[in-house]
């Protein structure tokens, strides 16, 4: 019958793929050698089976008369080596011998079970408190007070979508997608937008995201103004973002002053700022080095890259906060944080115009 037919086409398939299948001829070797298993699968056995345990609920399927279906660890196993090296779906179908859809799928489904699965814990909206936990962070660390995050975007290369015209068409000449991000003194992403058209600016999409949108109606539950020390004359003064000159000058985002005749104090402000703001750069550094998807042009449809995206980014949460990645980039706390020579030198930064209100950045030196 044909039944018969398609379970027998279903058995031999997957015969093939135990027999020839990466997975099921790996797993053995991997387990033996964590340092292996951690360059194959970028997490160690233990965070594997600690992620594993937490996604099979949502990512294993119903065996049937018709078929065996893939098992929540192969499932896992198959997203995580898509993030790791960005190959396309057909080389990791080819080397785990399933279906090109089906690996796309799994993918999909798996990298979304990620992100619902572990957001509540590693990425939850931040209150208050944390806001200013963050703050007392990049004060202790980074030598800046009231910043409660490093802000900034970075483009996700993506292959043209089909009749998308120019909308993901970047400044850079490619096509992506915006993954806009709030990171703290920890390198940990605490807020992320991921999905807007490249052809976007860095401050249009912070126009239209949530993030941008609740800063201007101030509902992010961001701490009241507070005086720094040093300058208590100066009264109670804002938290902020750090920026670069892409974002717009607001009350609660602090950019570099923009020119290049700068006095001793603007230029000692704009290093203080620059070595703030540059957390975010080193978060995304980290980032692209740990899943090398960052750096082919993926061949999947933009919401699909939205999944990879995401997941990634609650990954490296999730390894930061378990004690992976510590040999990542990291610094200590300056202590003497008015040194000259370090002060003085201060890359020129470009111009763009600014609107709103900032009482004190030209009080900070």
Known sequence: SEDQIIGGCNSMLKHQQKQHGEYHHLMADLNADPDKFRAYFRLSPE??????????????????NMREPISPEERLAICLRFLATGDSFATIAFNYRVGNSTTGKIVDEVAQAIWDVLQPE???EPTTDDWKAIAEGFKTRWNFPNCIGALDGKHVVLQAPPSSGSKYFNYKGSHSIVLLAVVDADYI??????GRYGRNSDGGILLESPLGKRLRA???GIPEDTTLQGAEDLGPMPHVLVADEAFPLQRHIMRPYPGRQLQRKERCFNYRLSRARRIVENAFGILS????MYHRVLGICPRKADSVVKA???LQNYMRQ????????????TTDIMREAGLEAI????????TGEVPWQHEIV
């Open 122 to 124: 590693y990425m939850p």
């Open 189 to 194: 992403f605490r807020v992320i937008d991921v």
């Open 289 to 292: 080095t740990q899943w090398q």
């Open 312 to 314: 990634t980014c609650i």
């Open 347 to 354: 890359t020129q930064t470009g111009s763009n115009s600014s």
């Open 47 to 64: 965070l594997f089976a600690k992620l594993l345990t937490m996604v099979t609920p949502k990512i294993e399927k119903i065996h049937t």
């Open 218 to 220: 101030g509902t992010l």
């Open 322 to 333: 378990n004690g992976e990645m510590q040999r990542e980039i990291s610094q200590s706390p």
